[in-house]
């Protein structure tokens, strides 16, 4: 990387400004990527001055594309405006792309301080799904209007949001975490969500009652983990569950003989179960 690398892209910028269309939101993202990379760290140089006002423009087409899905959202289409950028690829890998970019700007999630930064043992800290791979579980465990889906540990509420944008599916996260709650409700209720709720409860006290779909990002490990998989079993003998799983506890579910995975489990993809038991205890 040299600086004409540099200045052939600033001038790159100033001549083919279509990346300034609101829709041009990919390109956008590359360009900002790539200018990220070569732009020297020492900020009173030249290069950093003349690429200045181009990641403002590009900030401000941003906030606009934005703002018109969160019109589009409020007014009962989002799923239709999220559409074109919606067309992931491969949905492996726990990195974070420009679509967690873009449902950042459109949920505009305000990012609250954790009242207990260190969780107890055996639960997780916060990080959120990447955006890939909540569409993946989408299309993968087959989530449709009629669905109730359960985040158990939804953290700030981006896959129960994302999920109710999709598909109308009515959709509830539980989390321990009281500010995230607070955040997740407010995002929800900002974009008129009215499909979404969200509860401050351990994941182990949650009701299964009128759940079709689980998803969990491994919430928890070890002990907690072992009795939410009781109470997982217990509700699927009642009502047939679809879960959904991200991460090392994939693992654990793949084990259990009264789940059947949609595909061999990796702990860099969604994992997809079926319940296949039946009948009272
Ligand atoms: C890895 S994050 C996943 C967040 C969210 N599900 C997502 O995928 O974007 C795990 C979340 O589970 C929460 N958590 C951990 N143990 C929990 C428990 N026993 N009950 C409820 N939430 C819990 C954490 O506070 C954290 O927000």
């Known amino acids: 990387m040299t600086a ?3 200045t052939l892209l600033l001038d790159r ?3 083919d400004d279509g990346w300034r269309l609101p829709d041009a939101f990919l390109e956008r993202a590359d360009l900002a990527d790539r200018l990220d990379l070569l732009l020297p760290g020492d900020t009173a140089s030249a290069e950093v ?12 087409s941003d906030a606009r594309l934005f703002q018109r899905l969160r019109e589009a959202i ?3 289409r989002g799923a239709l405006a999220m559409a074109p950028w919606l067309r992931s690829g491969a949905s492996e890998g726990q990195h974070y792309d420009a679509l967690d970019t873009l449902l950042a700007g459109v949920l505009a999630i ?3 301080m954790a009242d207990d ?4 043992p055996g639960m997780v800290f916060y990080q959120p799904t990447p955006a890939r791979h909540i569409l993946d579980c989408v299309r993968r465990a087959g989530i449709g209007r009629d669905d109730v889906v359960l985040d158990l540990g939804s953290g700030l509420g981006h896959v129960p949001m994302l999920v109710n944008i999709l598909t109308g599916a009515r959709t509830r996260g539980v989390e321990r975490e009281p500010a995230y709650v607070e955040s997740a409700a407010r995002a929800a209720d900002a974009l008129g969500l009215r499909g979404v709720s969200f509860l401050c409860a351990d994941a182990r006290d949650a009701s299964l009652d009128d759940v079709d779909v689980v998803y969990l990002f491994t ?12 109470s997982l079993e217990r509700a ?9 799983t991200l991460g090392p506890c994939s693992a654990t579910f793949a084990r259990q003989a009264w789940l059947r995975a949609d595909a061999a489990t990796s702990p860099d993809r969604v994992a997809v179960f079926r319940s296949v038991s039946g009948g009272p205890d």
Do not use: H, K, N
Request: aromatic share 4%.
């Open 74 to 76: 409020r007014a009962g």
């Open 236 to 244: 699927a003998r009642a009502r047939p569950l679809r879960i959904a």
């Open 13 to 15: 910028l100033a001549r």
């Open 49 to 60: 001055a003349r690429a200045a006002p181009f990641l403002a423009a590009m900030e401000a």
């Open 219 to 230: 919430p928890f490990v070890g002990g907690v983990l072992a009795d939410v998989l009781v």
């Open 4 to 6: 004409s690398d540099l």
């Open 117 to 120: 930064p260190v969780p107890p």
């Open 110 to 112: 305000d990012e609250p």
